[in-house]
């Protein structure tokens, strides 16, 4: 998925600023959204990573524009094509986030150590490629948590980019999940808290007490 966001200057004169980034989600993901059955096939298996991501670096370079990708660490370990890709780009001047390390769309409900799992094995595999540490986040199907915005500080992490707080998202993705449950299929993704619909549209530091609320976290 690619997201962006733009803030406009209240000087008119001035171009806005607008934040690009991609999700390098494998295709592996999708099948357990879907709760599609077995895995994809090998010649889809890293397409993602080998196909998409190329066509979207060619499109960068025509604009002169450098994007924030967020990558999942065990990508890097099964797909050494891949991985060189991301290697180049990084070189290039591109931004390489961490997704987590296996995709749990679960992550926030996991145990306080299945979570620092998640975000330092990434964290280890993501540093070893681009060559610094990734100092962003996004979590797997964008829901977050105390546990998760805590480890995250913790280790020195500058951002998080979450929070998704869009209404026709969270219906349409509501939707989806009971339709698959109907049939008697469930998707490997969770629908998480409407909170997160009250989530600032800007970028804000996080309450320790509620991660889609303004609050008192400090910033590392």
Known sequence: MVKSSVA????STQSPL????IDLDAIACYYRIHALPGAPPQSCRHAILRNALPRFSELFEQHGVRATLFVV????????????ILEKLAAAGHELASHSFSHPYDLTQLSPERIAEEIDQAHAAIAACAGTDPVGFRAPGYEVSTAVIAHLVA????YDSSAFPSI???LAKAAVMGA??????????????PA???APRTPYRPSR???????????V
């Open 209 to 219: 007490a509620n991660p889609y609320q303004p609050g008192d976290l400090p910033i």
């Open 196 to 198: 997160i619909l009250r």
């Open 18 to 21: 607008v934040a690009i980034s």
């Open 180 to 193: 698959l449950r109907v049939l008697g299929r469930k998707s490997g993704s969770i629908l998480g808290s």
């Open 168 to 170: 026709p998202y969270y």
């Open 155 to 158: 280790r020195g992490y500058r």
């Open 8 to 11: 406009v200057p209240q000087d």
């Open 73 to 84: 660490g065990s990508d890097l370990a099964e797909d050494a094509e891949g991985r060189a």
